[in-house]
């Protein structure tokens, strides 16, 4: 499995942006897709997951601000983040897995990570 992140940047608080995944080796639709961040000196923290069928869930700390999306036909998925904070600040990682409990977790395969930074 090659999961490629891309998105991230610098955002002021109360910014906006959007994540993307791009998802190859293996069969897209048969595999939950999830989001989880690590800050340095922080131990990693699940975020969002998103089933072959769109049923997700999310992390108390972000679902009222994030939203995880899928978009099958394309092997993307999206996470797009609302009203950042400067504790929002991390490397964001996608990972794949059988199963959201798997990726609630921190288990499955993950890509190389994109930087969000967020200012005070």
């Known amino acids: 499995a090659q999961l490629v992140e891309s998105g991230g940047g610098l955002v002021q608080t109360g910014g906006s942006l959007t994540l993307s995944c791009v998802a190859s080796?293996?069969?897209?639709?048969?595999?939950?897709i999830g989001w989880f961040r690590q800050a340095p000196g922080k131990e990693r923290e699940f975020l969002a997951a998103?089933?072959?069928?769109?049923?997700?869930i999310y992390a108390d700390s972000v679902k009222d601000r994030f939203t995880i999306s899928r978009d099958n036909t394309k092997n993307t998925i999206d996470l797009q983040m609302n009203n950042l904070k400067p504790e929002d600040t991390a490397v964001y990682y996608c990972?794949?897995?059988?199963?959201?409990?798997?990726?609630?977790?921190?288990?499955?395969?993950r890509g190389q990570g994109t930087q969000v930074t967020v200012s005070s």
């Open positions: 080796g293996f069969r897209f639709d048969d595999y939950a």
């Open positions: 990972s794949v897995a059988a199963a959201t409990a798997t990726l609630k977790n921190l288990g499955g395969s």
């Open positions: 998103i089933q072959w069928s769109g049923a997700t």
